[in-house]
Antibody, heavy 125, light 106 residues
Framework: QVQLQQWGAGLLKPSETLSLTCGVSGGSFSDYYWSWIRRAPGKGLEWIGQIDHSGNNSNNPSLKSRVTLLLDTSKSQFSLKLTSVTAADTAVYYC???????????????????WGQGTLVTVSS | IQLTQSPSSLSASVGDRVTITCRTSQGITSFLAWYQQKPRKAPRLLIYAASTLQGGVPSRFSGNGSGTEFTLTISSLQPEDFATYYCQQLNYYPITFGQGTRLDIK
Protein backbone atom coordinates (compact mmCIF):
# COMPACT_ATOMS: atom_id res chain seq x y z
CA GLN A 1 0.00 0.00 0.00
CA VAL A 2 1.32 3.39 -1.01
CA GLN A 3 1.95 5.82 1.85
CA LEU A 4 3.30 9.34 1.90
CA GLN A 5 4.69 10.55 5.21
CA GLN A 6 5.76 14.15 5.49
CA TRP A 7 7.73 16.08 8.09
CA GLY A 8 9.36 19.44 8.74
CA ALA A 9 9.36 22.51 10.96
CA GLY A 10 5.93 23.82 11.84
CA LEU A 11 6.78 27.27 13.20
CA LEU A 12 8.84 29.81 11.32
CA LYS A 13 9.67 33.50 11.64
CA PRO A 14 9.21 35.88 8.72
CA SER A 15 12.07 35.75 6.19
CA GLU A 16 13.06 32.19 7.18
CA THR A 17 13.02 29.21 4.83
CA LEU A 18 10.28 26.61 4.98
CA SER A 19 11.62 23.09 4.54
CA LEU A 20 9.42 19.98 4.26
CA THR A 21 10.22 16.42 3.20
CA CYS A 22 7.89 13.69 1.99
CA GLY A 23 8.86 10.03 2.18
CA VAL A 24 7.21 7.50 -0.11
CA SER A 25 6.71 3.84 0.69
CA GLY A 26 4.87 0.97 -0.91
CA GLY A 27 5.27 1.79 -4.56
CA SER A 28 7.58 2.75 -7.38
CA PHE A 29 9.20 6.14 -7.02
CA SER A 30 10.39 6.74 -10.55
CA ASP A 31 7.15 6.18 -12.45
CA TYR A 32 5.36 9.27 -11.14
CA TYR A 33 5.64 12.98 -10.66
CA TRP A 34 5.54 14.41 -7.14
CA SER A 35 3.79 17.55 -6.03
CA TRP A 36 3.23 19.97 -3.16
CA ILE A 37 -0.07 21.69 -2.43
CA ARG A 38 -1.14 23.99 0.39
CA ARG A 39 -4.32 25.24 1.97
CA ALA A 40 -4.19 28.56 3.82
CA PRO A 41 -6.70 29.19 6.65
CA GLY A 42 -10.13 29.92 5.22
CA LYS A 43 -8.95 29.40 1.66
CA GLY A 44 -8.92 26.67 -0.94
CA LEU A 45 -6.20 24.44 -2.29
CA GLU A 46 -3.21 25.99 -4.04
CA TRP A 47 -0.76 24.02 -6.16
CA ILE A 48 2.84 24.88 -5.30
CA GLY A 49 4.76 22.82 -7.80
CA GLN A 50 5.84 19.41 -8.99
CA ILE A 51 9.03 17.51 -9.70
CA ASP A 52 9.47 14.71 -12.18
CA HIS A 53 11.67 11.63 -11.93
CA SER A 54 14.54 13.51 -13.61
CA GLY A 55 14.41 16.32 -11.07
CA ASN A 56 12.76 18.84 -13.40
CA ASN A 57 10.56 21.37 -11.57
CA SER A 58 7.33 23.02 -12.63
CA ASN A 59 6.30 25.66 -10.11
CA ASN A 60 3.40 28.03 -9.57
CA PRO A 61 4.37 31.48 -10.87
CA SER A 62 2.42 33.02 -7.96
CA LEU A 63 5.29 31.95 -5.71
CA LYS A 64 7.82 33.42 -8.09
CA SER A 65 11.31 32.08 -7.56
CA ARG A 66 10.94 31.24 -3.87
CA VAL A 67 10.23 27.55 -4.47
CA THR A 68 12.75 24.76 -4.89
CA LEU A 69 11.75 21.11 -5.17
CA LEU A 70 14.32 18.38 -4.75
CA LEU A 71 14.26 14.63 -5.28
CA ASP A 72 16.25 11.91 -3.53
CA THR A 73 15.48 8.72 -5.40
CA SER A 74 17.84 6.64 -3.24
CA LYS A 75 15.66 7.39 -0.22
CA SER A 76 12.32 7.65 -2.09
CA GLN A 77 11.92 11.18 -0.76
CA PHE A 78 11.20 14.58 -2.20
CA SER A 79 11.36 17.93 -0.52
CA LEU A 80 10.07 21.50 -0.66
CA LYS A 81 11.97 24.64 0.19
CA LEU A 82 10.18 27.98 0.25
CA THR A 83 12.36 30.98 0.97
CA SER A 84 11.56 34.35 2.55
CA VAL A 85 8.31 33.24 4.15
CA THR A 86 5.72 35.71 5.39
CA ALA A 87 2.47 35.34 7.30
CA ALA A 88 0.76 34.76 3.93
CA ASP A 89 2.60 31.43 3.71
CA THR A 90 0.87 30.12 6.83
CA ALA A 91 -0.99 27.03 5.65
CA VAL A 92 -1.34 23.29 5.83
CA TYR A 93 1.12 21.85 3.32
CA TYR A 94 0.51 18.53 1.59
CA CYS A 95 2.68 16.33 -0.58
CA UNK A 96 1.04 14.17 -3.23
CA UNK A 97 1.82 11.55 -5.85
CA UNK A 98 0.97 12.57 -9.39
CA UNK A 99 -0.21 9.98 -11.90
CA UNK A 100 1.00 10.78 -15.39
CA UNK A 101 0.01 9.79 -18.91
CA UNK A 102 1.45 10.09 -22.40
CA UNK A 103 -0.16 12.63 -24.69
CA UNK A 104 1.30 13.16 -28.16
CA UNK A 105 4.76 12.16 -27.02
CA UNK A 106 4.69 14.17 -23.82
CA UNK A 107 4.35 12.85 -20.26
CA UNK A 108 1.78 15.04 -18.50
CA UNK A 109 0.20 15.10 -15.02
CA UNK A 110 -3.16 13.37 -14.83
CA UNK A 111 -4.35 13.38 -11.21
CA UNK A 112 -3.14 13.27 -7.60
CA UNK A 113 -3.93 9.86 -6.17
CA UNK A 114 -2.07 9.63 -2.86
CA TRP A 115 -1.54 12.45 -0.38
CA GLY A 116 0.56 12.99 2.72
CA GLN A 117 -1.12 13.67 6.04
CA GLY A 118 -0.46 17.40 5.92
CA THR A 119 1.82 19.66 7.94
CA LEU A 120 0.64 22.91 9.51
CA VAL A 121 3.25 25.60 8.98
CA THR A 122 2.75 28.83 10.89
CA VAL A 123 4.77 31.95 10.13
CA SER A 124 4.80 34.36 13.03
CA SER A 125 7.25 36.75 14.63
CA ILE B 1 -6.92 28.82 -15.96
CA GLN B 2 -9.55 29.83 -13.41
CA LEU B 3 -12.01 27.28 -12.07
CA THR B 4 -15.32 28.48 -10.64
CA GLN B 5 -17.40 26.07 -8.64
CA SER B 6 -21.10 26.51 -7.98
CA PRO B 7 -22.59 26.60 -5.55
CA SER B 8 -19.93 27.67 -3.03
CA SER B 9 -21.96 26.05 -0.28
CA LEU B 10 -24.89 23.71 -0.20
CA SER B 11 -27.17 22.29 2.48
CA ALA B 12 -28.75 18.93 1.77
CA SER B 13 -30.25 15.92 3.49
CA VAL B 14 -29.26 12.28 3.59
CA GLY B 15 -30.68 10.62 0.50
CA ASP B 16 -30.69 13.78 -1.62
CA ARG B 17 -29.18 13.95 -5.08
CA VAL B 18 -26.71 16.82 -5.41
CA THR B 19 -24.73 18.23 -8.30
CA ILE B 20 -21.73 20.52 -8.11
CA THR B 21 -20.62 22.40 -11.21
CA CYS B 22 -17.09 23.44 -12.15
CA ARG B 23 -16.63 25.94 -14.95
CA THR B 24 -13.20 26.64 -16.45
CA SER B 25 -12.11 29.96 -17.96
CA GLN B 26 -10.73 28.13 -21.00
CA GLY B 27 -11.69 24.87 -22.57
CA ILE B 28 -9.82 21.87 -21.30
CA THR B 29 -9.78 18.29 -22.46
CA SER B 30 -10.33 15.53 -19.93
CA PHE B 31 -7.68 16.57 -17.39
CA LEU B 32 -10.24 17.35 -14.73
CA ALA B 33 -10.33 15.74 -11.29
CA TRP B 34 -12.58 15.97 -8.25
CA TYR B 35 -11.48 15.67 -4.60
CA GLN B 36 -13.28 15.42 -1.28
CA GLN B 37 -11.77 16.97 1.82
CA LYS B 38 -12.93 16.56 5.40
CA PRO B 39 -11.70 18.70 8.30
CA ARG B 40 -8.13 17.98 9.35
CA LYS B 41 -7.77 15.38 6.60
CA ALA B 42 -5.91 15.35 3.30
CA PRO B 43 -7.96 15.58 0.11
CA ARG B 44 -9.20 12.30 -1.32
CA LEU B 45 -9.37 11.66 -5.05
CA LEU B 46 -12.88 10.80 -6.23
CA ILE B 47 -12.95 11.25 -10.01
CA TYR B 48 -10.25 11.73 -12.65
CA ALA B 49 -10.30 12.27 -16.40
CA ALA B 50 -13.62 14.06 -15.82
CA SER B 51 -15.64 10.87 -15.40
CA THR B 52 -13.48 7.94 -14.24
CA LEU B 53 -14.23 6.76 -10.72
CA GLN B 54 -11.13 6.20 -8.59
CA GLY B 55 -10.85 2.71 -7.14
CA GLY B 56 -12.61 2.29 -3.81
CA VAL B 57 -14.90 5.29 -4.31
CA PRO B 58 -18.61 4.47 -3.99
CA SER B 59 -20.58 4.35 -7.23
CA ARG B 60 -22.98 7.04 -5.98
CA PHE B 61 -20.28 9.51 -7.08
CA SER B 62 -20.13 10.32 -10.77
CA GLY B 63 -18.47 12.92 -12.95
CA ASN B 64 -19.34 14.33 -16.33
CA GLY B 65 -18.57 17.16 -18.68
CA SER B 66 -16.22 18.47 -21.31
CA GLY B 67 -14.95 21.77 -22.65
CA THR B 68 -15.61 24.38 -19.98
CA GLU B 69 -18.33 22.79 -17.84
CA PHE B 70 -17.97 19.78 -15.60
CA THR B 71 -20.17 18.28 -12.91
CA LEU B 72 -19.83 16.05 -9.87
CA THR B 73 -23.02 14.29 -8.85
CA ILE B 74 -23.73 12.36 -5.67
CA SER B 75 -26.81 10.26 -6.38
CA SER B 76 -27.93 9.61 -2.80
CA LEU B 77 -26.13 11.50 -0.03
CA GLN B 78 -24.76 9.49 2.84
CA PRO B 79 -23.73 10.92 6.23
CA GLU B 80 -20.04 10.49 5.40
CA ASP B 81 -20.38 12.62 2.24
CA PHE B 82 -20.69 15.92 4.10
CA ALA B 83 -17.39 17.60 3.28
CA THR B 84 -15.79 20.15 0.97
CA TYR B 85 -15.37 19.27 -2.70
CA TYR B 86 -12.78 20.66 -5.11
CA CYS B 87 -12.34 20.39 -8.84
CA GLN B 88 -8.85 20.55 -10.34
CA GLN B 89 -7.57 21.07 -13.87
CA LEU B 90 -4.27 19.59 -15.03
CA ASN B 91 -4.54 20.58 -18.68
CA TYR B 92 -2.42 23.72 -18.31
CA TYR B 93 0.26 24.97 -15.96
CA PRO B 94 -0.11 26.16 -13.31
CA ILE B 95 -2.38 23.38 -12.11
CA THR B 96 -5.37 25.03 -10.46
CA PHE B 97 -8.23 24.15 -8.15
CA GLY B 98 -11.73 25.50 -7.81
CA GLN B 99 -12.50 27.50 -4.70
CA GLY B 100 -14.37 24.58 -3.15
CA THR B 101 -17.99 23.67 -2.44
CA ARG B 102 -18.91 23.06 1.18
CA LEU B 103 -21.65 20.47 1.57
CA ASP B 104 -23.46 20.65 4.93
CA ILE B 105 -26.24 18.67 6.51
CA LYS B 106 -29.60 20.40 6.32
Amino acid sequence: QVQLQQWGAGLLKPSETLSLTCGVSGGSFSDYYWSWIRRAPGKGLEWIGQIDHSGNNSNNPSLKSRVTLLLDTSKSQFSLKLTSVTAADTAVYYCARVQVRWIEGWLVPDYFDYWGQGTLVTVSS
Amino acid sequence: IQLTQSPSSLSASVGDRVTITCRTSQGITSFLAWYQQKPRKAPRLLIYAASTLQGGVPSRFSGNGSGTEFTLTISSLQPEDFATYYCQQLNYYPITFGQGTRLDIK
